[in-house]
């Protein structure tokens, strides 16, 4: 049970309205995270800007935008994010087998492409560490460009910044609806 009620379609702050249309049309609904958000139009807002560069305007492939954000999931247990993004990763490409090592696991695990390992490291340290250690920046720099690292470490920050505040305050997973 969330810890505050979901500010509903048609109760959030008037600043919200606008986000919660652009979620409803980029995903076919409003998740209950951004419902609690909706309280404030403010938050909701900076909230809709980052989502809507982590779904439209990264130039890292999804594949490794998916990597980052459910490595921090899983490193932050966060159930709610990884219902949402399992299935956005399975999209990009990843198999259950490669989001199951998706943590220290997947650091030099032959399921991952070096890369991919890369992301991994950095994101789960990232997570426990709030930074990652030279070596792991080191290995990124190996794969990708200045602005693809930049993106890796925003999508690993805002994850953890989302995961944060949607585990203090009590969202739930969707449940579809029954007829």
Do not use: W
Request: charged share 20%; net charge negative.
């Amino acid at each position: 049970m969330p810890k505050i009620p979901y500010a509903e379609e048609g109760t959030e702050a008037p600043e919200a309205t606008a986000v919660y249309g652009f979620i409803k049309q980029q995903v076919g609904m409003v998740p209950n995270f951004i419902k609690l958000m909706g309280h404030s139009g403010p938050a909701t807002e900076a909230l809709g800007a980052i989502l809507d560069s982590y779904l439209n305007k990264l130039s890292i492939a999804p594949r490794i935008r998916e990597i980052a954000y459910l490595t921090v999931a899983r490193a932050n247990d966060c159930g709610y994010c990884q219902g949402h993004h399992v299935p956005m990763g399975k999209g990009s490409g990843l198999t259950d087998e490669q989001i199951a090592v998706l943590g220290p696991e997947g650091y030099d695990n032959p399921l991952l492409s070096k890369a991919e390992q890369a992301v991994v490291r950095f994101a789960y340290e990232t997570t426990k560490n709030v930074a990652a250690e030279d070596e792991t920046t080191k290995s990124l720099k190996k794969h990708f460009s200045s602005k693809e690292i930049v993106e890796i470490a925003y999508v690993t920050a805002s994850g953890n910044f989302i995961q944060r505040i949607g585990k203090n305050l009590g969202v739930e997973l969707e449940t579809a609806p029954t007829d």
